[in-house]
């Protein structure tokens, strides 16, 4: 069992940063792949970046790539996103899940954690 909280959402204008965490609690959290994802408003859950146990696989939505970094503290329990050079497209509710397989499919996460706002300004 793994228990997931998200944070770090906010208010940002075009070209801004914010940075994501989730923190993990439960023994198994170092044996999951760890994803975020994030949910626009009447649009369908969107695969954003997802990371091995090690931290040494990562992917990457076409969208994000180049702009996001994923990333893993094992020791701290924690997964990060860093969202650099913002868009207004990039506005949604961001959540960090946790599976068993390093793929894009949301069926595939186990558990998730509340979700936390980005908006991004133009």
């Known amino acids: 069992q793994v228990q997931l909280v998200d944070s770090g959402g906010g208010l940002v204008r075009t070209g801004g940063s914010l940075r994501l965490s989730c923190a993990a609690s439960?023994?198994?959290?170092?044996?999951?792949?760890m994803g975020w994802f994030r949910q626009a408003p009447e649009k369908e859950r969107e695969f954003v970046a997802a990371?091995?146990?090690?931290?040494?696989?990562?992917d990457y939505a076409d969208s994000v790539k180049g702009r996001f970094t994923i990333s893993r503290d094992n020791a701290k329990n924690t997964v990060y996103l860093q969202m650099n050079s913002l868009k207004p497209e990039d506005t949604a509710v961001y959540y960090c899940a946790a599976g068993r397989a390093l793929v894009p499919d949301p069926k595939r996460y186990n558990y998730w954690g509340q979700g936390t706002q980005v908006t991004v300004s133009s």
């Open positions: 439960g023994r198994a959290y170092v044996n999951y792949i």
């Open positions: 990371i091995d146990w090690s931290g040494g696989i990562t």
